[in-house]
């Protein structure tokens, strides 16, 4: 019996060859704007470097440096030099080199991930402790502003300083567009593995991102060590002073550090993705015991203080997340033991660390069960006998926040001073949204400010659409200010 032919299921051989030009060309495009941008990109921190961290050093602008500045290029500049002489000197020979070859380019992404992913990662760690330090010489901003308009550029530092954040999301941009318009194998398995090695880089810096929208914590996160994870939980709570026994989980967003983890309530204002996380708890590192399995449900864990005097069962959303973070913590609390273990001069460490041992789950003790369940501890019995009372711990031991309920209607928190809510702003530039909870930008953009966060991050609700997220307050500026910018000569092109 003779098929006829489905509509649709093979084309004409007039039109394959005419599709695979087209795919061919819109590939040189991309391409082409891979190199043009990166061209760009070695031009704008470049600028930076010599037109603001090289200032520092210029004798004739001391008399505007502040203070605070001197001595703290590092902090305010982060790595950037060793970003700018990686791309100046190596990336982009190595794309210019393969502009004509796809596979090639994707390889130049491939090689060179480990550096990608160290160079952005310490970057990307850095981002608050530049904001911190911007924000306290905010009340002398005559050195920046004087080399902002030596450059004559149209942003702030604040919003230069964000070009590699913005960068590292163009690049999967732009090998999503490549590996749309390449039908060969081996391209795409190496545009696939490029695509990959950046999406890792660019969590690293959503991770980093998640930071700034921290409210309420007095603490300083600079000094907590790498981030190493972050995610949303349902946790159980219970201390030894309160005699309830909560039967509700809180749902709370945990930060993991090197030294703390971060409990934090985590709000979608008005049903959006959007991230905003109110300080409730934080526990030392040094101070924590792990018990990896609980009665009831496999993806929980738990994290507990000296004599169990604090418990908080953990339930992650899967036991693939609960397993990461147990290796995590793990690892953190082994790498202490050997810390410990290391040092010759243990009369302290003696007395105060005992090695992991066995326990049972609180949810196990008293009852019928078999077999105690893995438990990692550090600290043992007396590491905190010096914190009597968790409630009256010193600053450098930040505890429970001002109000420690563990209810979930609980919104009081302080802010710090800054620019009133309901102001009206106007973008300075475009800006492209890292993760969910940012906001793409068009230059020249109306907005309103809805909530002024950490690290230079506001909330705002775009005009005329009415989407609302986290934009960078760099980008900025009330409609009210009368600007003087058609005077300047503006520098090259604000995009990458």
């Known amino acids: 019996m003779e098929m006829c032919p489905i509509e649709g299921d093979s084309s004409s051989p007039e039109s394959e060859p005419r599709d695979i030009e087209a795919s061919r060309l819109k590939r040189g495009h991309v391409l082409t704007e891979l190199v043009e941008t990166e061209r760009v990109y070695v031009a704008e921190l470049g600028s930076i470097i010599k037109g603001y961290k090289m200032e520092m050093m210029n004798e004739s602008m001391t008399h505007l440096l502040p203070a605070g500045l001197i001595g703290k290029s590092d902090v305010l500049f982060g790595n950037i030099d060793e970003i700018y002489h990686f791309h100046g000197d190596t990336f982009l020979r190595d794309l210019e080199n393969c502009i ?217 959303s899967s036991i693939e997340v609960k397993q990461a973070w147990v290796r995590q913590i793990k690892g953190v609390l082994m790498s202490q033991l050997a810390e410990l273990k290391g040092k010759q001069n243990t009369a302290l460490a003696k007395s105060n660390h005992k090695p992991l041992r066995q326990t049972i789950s609180w949810e196990q003790q008293g009852g019928n069960v078999s077999g105690s369940l893995r438990t990692l501890s550090v600290d043992g019995n007396s590491v905190l006998s010096h914190v009597t009372d968790i409630s009256q711990s010193t600053e450098d031991d930040v505890a429970w926040s001002s109000e420690n309920s563990n209810t979930d209607d609980e919104d009081a928190f302080s802010e710090n001073p800054g620019p009133a809510p309901g102001g009206r702003y106007m973008a300075l530039a475009d800006y492209c949204a890292v993760g969910q909870s940012e906001v793409t930008m068009r230059e020249g953009d109306h907005l309103e400010l809805l909530k002024v966060g950490c690290a230079g991050w506001w909330f705002v609700k775009l005009f005329g659409t009415g989407i609302e997220g986290w934009a960078p307050a760099a980008y900025l500026e009330p409609v009210s200010r009368k600007t003087s910018r058609s005077s300047q000569s503006v520098n090259s092109q604000e995009t990458i």
């Not at 050195?143 to 070009?163: R, S």
């Not at 921290?214 to 995610?231: A, P, S």
């Open 100 to 316: 004509l070859n796809t596979e090639l380019v994707a390889l130049c992404f491939v090689q060179r991930r480990e550096i990608f992913f160290r160079l952005y990662s310490y970057y990307c760690q850095n981002i608050t402790r530049s904001e911190q330090l911007r924000e306290q010489i905010q009340n002398e901003p005559q050195f920046l502003v004087a080399c902002q308009q030596k450059l004559g550029h149209k942003l702030p530092l604040a919003a230069y300083l964000l070009k590699p954040v913005q960068r590292i999301t163009k690049y999967q941009l732009l090998l999503k567009d490549l590996l749309k318009y390449s039908d060969e194998a081996p391209c795409c398995n190496e545009l696939q593995e490029a695509l990959d090695c950046m999406l890792v880089v660019l969590k690293c810096v959503n991770d980093s991102m998640h930071q700034t929208a921290i409210t309420g914590f007095g603490g300083d996160l600079t000094t907590q060590g790498e981030l190493l994870l972050q995610g949303s939980f349902s946790v159980w709570s219970s201390r030894k002073r309160e005699r309830l026994l909560r039967l509700k989980p809180s749902q709370r967003h945990i930060f993991l550090y090197e030294k703390a983890m971060i409990f934090c309530k985590h709000s979608k204002p008005q049903a959006h993705n959007k991230a905003t996380y109110h300080f409730k708890r934080y526990l030392k590192m040094s101070q924590i015991g792990l018990t990896e399995s609980v009665k009831g449900d496999t993806r929980r864990f738990e994290i507990w203080l000296q004599g169990r005097a604090e418990v908080h069962t953990i339930q992650a």
